[in-house]
């Protein structure tokens, strides 16, 4: 199988490459619209700043070529962020893919959110093998609220879409490379789509 991460400048890849290795598989790291094309799965990994981000896709031209995959694609963290709307972390225009715009937790509660929280109202074939509230690790100051696309939700402060779905795309905005035997298993289910 022929797995791409998308390499972008993002900081969360070389423990994704472990998680994936782990499971039996080896991925690449890629920037080359060819080599991302040409994937069987991919994924968009995401640790930083949003409009930094992007302003790195578009200069690869990813910001153009994300959008119109057919295979299945996994955005992690900021990566799912991405595939939105829109995100208030630099006022970004995100891709367009999930129809929701990511905003900031409000003043109530401490950010980022650190740490180990559950995820619930599990609603795809990609929580195969996961049970209702399972734990997931986090760290994130925006979120995507709940929206039609959404298929898992966690609370903080509010309750909100911790994972994502459209068409071939899938979004995490929790680690599974860092969420232990529960997170692996999620990230097996979605190389094995």
Not at 120 to 130: T, V
Not at 140 to 160: G, V
Not at 173 to 182: L, N
């Amino acid at each position: 199988m022929n797995i791409v991460i998308i390499d972008y400048g993002a900081g969360n890849i070389q423990s994704l490459k472990f998680a994936i290795e782990r499971l039996g598989y080896s991925a690449k790291l890629s920037s080359s619209a060819e080599q991302i094309r040409n994937a069987d799965k991919i994924i968009f990994p995401g640790v930083g700043e949003a409009s930094n981000a992007l302003q790195q896709l578009k200069q690869n031209g990813l910001d153009e070529v994300i959008p119109t995959l057919q295979q299945p694609v996994l955005g992690i963290c900021l990566g799912m962020q991405l595939l939105c709307k829109s995100t208030k972390e630099g006022n970004t225009t995100g891709l367009g893919i999930f129809d929701v715009d990511v905003i900031r937790f409000s003043q109530k509660v401490k950010v980022p959110q650190i740490g180990w929280n559950e995820i619930e109202s599990l609603n795809s074939l990609l929580f195969k093998g996961i049970k209702e509230r399972e734990y997931m690790y986090l760290v994130h100051s925006y979120y995507a609220p709940l929206c039609e696309q959404t298929i898992a939700t966690t609370f903080y402060d509010t309750n909100y879409s911790s994972a994502l779905q459209k068409d071939n795309f899938y979004g995490f905005q929790f680690h599974p490379e860092k969420s232990g035997k529960a997170g692996s298993q999620l990230l097996n289910n979605f190389l094995t789509l």
